[in-house]
């Protein structure tokens, strides 16, 4: 293999794939990038066993081939060449890799590429397709409410699936750790309709969602039961699915929460940032006040001392006190994008629901604290 | 040869003497302690000997000149503390009883009572607390003591007030300590460790260096066995050769620890004497009566201590973000998983379910020998254990065991438990130290 790429090229690539391979691992080949030189052009290929990201880079190809190297260490070696420069991956005697750009030359250890582990994706039966903005809005909804507790794996990710409403059918984004819950919901797409619901991984999501970070067009979905594919631009990422049963979820979502308030979403926001800073860092509860139209927050910290803040606030019910966890609670503001946002309660142990009056399509569960 | 100071440690007297030891002029007792900077130093470590032991020979004077072992007297039980007596035949704390009583075939082996000691060990620190608030207990039976600006309010210098807190202990307590004085921490306890029973050692800063350079690294407070190991890898086995190296050197080659052995060989510590240790993790664990492989019994016993460890956070007021699985395998190899929840918890429901999930994969037929549970990273209880919106479960078995702790705090630890409590087994507790 013999290739000339120019380093801005190779440093965005590698940067894409290069973050999905783990800083340690007990495979030595899992810490390698594949470069795969063919047809002017190269792909580079990482893999962690559970994702695999494939992102093709235009380059001068003098002699096809491929090769493994170490993909944190090339990595760093691209991003400290100058800029502009063109760097020669040369494989040499077929277990060197022959780095060379300017004045600089560095010899690299490789592996096979024969040992590379390639993810069988199988069949993807299920094909749609989200534009970026789409998609970034269901993950940007859902996944501050991913679980990270490993004993409720199944919490691990986001429940893509299509789920049937009163509007009839919606490609529906859900997440909860027990504590808060967020469901995002759209169109179904063509192509969607009869898909399963899946899990994807929390890793997964977080992948996606930087490599769409400065994409706008089209991205392609396929699935099935276990694996997941999206491919955009030049990257192609295959992830497996979360084994596992996503719980009920819709049994959680309270129908009769009657009482409603309703205020300025940055104002509250702001509000509950700043009281919740007398909580010392491992108490995190607010009290909300309600009462007419004047809505109270406060904190009362054994520690550190009290706070307290009103604003101006539209309620119907009677006057209610009940507890949040201020940063769950301002998870859920950070993702309102309207002015107002809304409030429906029942008792001061019930499930409360938020929604965003710009965005009909996404609504928040929050648990209160027992307090 | 200038004179030095000199302190009886019978009658407290203070004179001028030397060189070499010198009997007190006043009272003639020959347990004096001198040193030239006997009357400037300010921290203490103090150690009761023997602790365990003591206790159980003043309790019963017929055990007096008997080598006397505490510890677990099942089949596997281990020596948590051996008499002067039984020491002289080896027996030594941490070793397997069978071994300890090969040793000394005669000696008295007894169960410990922790109960009695923990009262004793309170009384001491009580004692040691009217001498200075700044007491740092390490164990039940061990100290660390800053006296400093205390001259002035008790007239009289700190090596003073510790001659005669030893011997007020003895009086009143009826143990004997051994206390170390020294300009920092690490000096003091290895001071109080020279001379034991009944000791009273002081190192300086002048002589500290000649005094650790013939020592074997592994006294160094923090080398373990694993950095021991690699130093001698690098032909490093004495204080001394340390005091003959740079610090960017060391620096270079092991890194922070690099700097620490380089200011520990010069007996330079600056850790600070601090009354409140936050703790950091609570524990519980059981060393079984024979080893188990099979899940269902291994759980049996991870659920008891899920038990322990929920009671121990609630006493103290904890909720822990961190739940470690901890096993021992028959052949002794340490085997821990941890898991960090969501939210923080109190509940021995939680602690087991999580444990369990954890122990579920190490249960493939190797035989454990030990199981322990604990939780860290503590958060506020206020926020630990939630109502659940996915799995009432959780949040029934929350309320249930509310209830139990309540019925508990009326009736009694036995007034009510689980089915899963019952004893099925009877296994010898670890008398260890449940907190770190």
């Excluded at chain 2, 009289?156 to 007020?168: E, Q, T």
């Excluded at chain 2, 009944?198 to 000649?210: H, L, Q």
């Excluded at chain 2, 703790?279 to 899920?306: C, F, G, M, P, Y």
Aim: aromatic residues 4%; glycine residues 8%; neutral net charge.
């Amino acid at each position: 293999m013999k290739v000339s790429i120019e380093r801005n090229a190779l440093l965005k690539t590698l940067g894409h794939v290069q973050s999905v391979v783990e800083r340690r691992n007990t495979m030595p080949i899992l810490s390698n990038v594949m470069i795969e030189a063919d047809g002017g052009k190269v792909s580079l290929t990482a893999t962690d066993l559970d994702i695999a990201i494939v992102e093709e880079t235009e380059a001068k190809v003098g002699r096809p081939g491929a090769t493994t190297v170490p993909a944190h260490t090339l990595f760093d070696i691209a991003r400290k060449l100058p800029d502009g420069s063109e760097v020669d991956l040369s494989l040499e005697d077929g277990d060197r890799l022959v780095v060379t750009a300017g004045r600089s030359r560095f010899t690299l250890a490789c592996l096979d590429r024969d040992e590379f582990p390639v993810m069988n994706e199988g069949n993807l039966p299920h094909r749609f397709a989200l534009v970026a903005g789409e998609l970034k809005r269901l993950i940007d909804k859902a996944r501050f409410a991913v679980s990270t507790e490993e004993t409720r794996y199944y919490l691990n990710g986001i429940y893509l699936h299509v789920a049937e409403s009163s509007e009839g059918q919606r490609l529906r984004a859900v997440a909860t750790d027990g504590h808060r819950l967020a469901q995002v919901e759209q169109d179904v797409p063509d192509g969607a309709a009869g898909m399963p619901g899946v899990i994807v991984p929390r890793k997964t999501v977080a992948e996606i969602r930087k490599l769409v970070e400065e994409y706008e067009g089209e991205v392609k979905i396929a699935l099935s039961d276990t694996k997941i594919r999206f491919s955009f631009g030049h990257v192609i990422v295959t992830s497996k699915l979360i084994d596992g049963t996503f719980p009920d979820y819709s049994r959680v979502i309270p129908q009769g929460n009657d009482k409603r308030l309703e205020m300025d979403c940055r104002l509250f926001a702001e509000a509950t940032d700043r009281v919740s800073t007398i909580s010392s860092d491992k108490t995190r509860s607010v009290k909300l006040s309600m009462n007419g139209d004047t809505l109270t927050l406060s904190v009362n910290s054994p520690d550190s001392g009290t706070a307290t803040e009103e604003l101006q606030a539209a309620y119907t019910g009677d006057p209610m006190d009940i507890g949040f966890n201020s940063r769950y609670l301002l998870d859920i503001l950070a993702q309102v994008e309207g002015d107002t946002v809304q409030v429906f309660l029942a008792d001061p142990q019930a499930p409360t629901i938020l929604r965003d009056l710009m965005d009909e399509g996404a609504l928040y569960v929050l648990m209160p604290m027992r307090v | 040869m200038t004179p030095v100071p000199f302190l009886c440690r019978d009658g407290f007297h203070r004179f001028e003497g030397g060189p070499g030891p010198t009997p007190c002029p006043v009272c003639g007792s020959r347990r004096t302690v001198s040193h030239a900077e006997l009357e400037r130093l300010t921290i203490a470590h103090m150690d009761c000997d023997a602790f365990y032991a003591t206790i159980e020979k003043r309790d019963d004077p017929s055990l007096k000149d008997k080598p006397l072992i505490i510890g677990g007297t099942g089949g596997r039980g281990v020596v948590s503390t051996a008499c002067y007596i039984a020491r002289l035949s080896g027996v030594r704390s941490a070793m397997p009883m069978y071994q300890a009583r090969k040793l000394c075939p005669d000696a008295v082996v007894m169960m410990p009572n922790m109960g009695k000691y923990k009262e004793a060990g309170l009384q001491v620190r009580a004692m040691m607390a009217r001498l200075t608030p700044l007491v740092e207990p390490v164990s039940i039976d061990e100290a660390f003591m800053d006296l400093s600006g205390t001259e002035r309010l008790h007239g009289a210098p700190p090596a003073v007030m510790l001659a005669r807190l030893a011997a007020d202990i003895e009086r009143e307590i009826g143990i004997t300590i051994s206390v170390g004085l020294a300009p920092n921490k690490f000096l003091a306890k290895l001071a109080s460790d020279m001379q034991k029973p009944r000791g009273f050692t002081v190192i300086g800063e002048g002589d500290a260096k000649a005094i650790l350079a013939p020592l074997p690294i592994s006294r160094i407070y923090g080398v373990g066995a694993q950095m021991a190991t690699k130093l001698q890898k690098d032909g490093l086995t004495m204080i001394s050769q340390l005091q003959g190296m740079d610090e960017s050197r060391l620096v270079r080659r092991y890194g922070d620890m690099g700097s620490r052995l380089y200011h520990l060989a010069r007996g330079e510590d600056r850790r600070r004497v601090s009354a409140d240790q936050p703790v950091k993790s609570v524990s519980s664990e059981i060393t079984l009566d024979r080893d188990l492989a099979d899940l269902a019994a291994l759980e049996n016993h991870l659920w008891r201590q899920a038990e322990r460890t929920s009671e121990g956070l609630k006493k103290k007021g904890l909720a822990a973000l961190t739940i470690t699985l901890k096993l021992k395998t028959s052949m002794h190899r340490i085997v821990t998983r941890s898991r960090t929840l969501d939210t923080p918890t109190q509940l021995a429901e939680t602690l087991f379910e999580v444990g369990r999930d954890m122990l579920k994969p190490l249960a493939d037929g190797t035989p454990y020998r030990l199981i322990g549970i604990g939780g860290s990273q503590f958060r506020s209880p206020e926020e630990a254990d939630q109502p659940d919106l996915i799995d009432p479960g959780r949040t029934k078995r929350a309320t249930a065991e509310r209830a139990l702790d309540a019925l508990r705090a009326k009736f009694g630890r036995d007034a009510i438990g689980k089915g899963r409590s019952l004893p099925a087994k009877t296994a010898v507790d670890n008398p260890e130290k449940n907190q770190k």
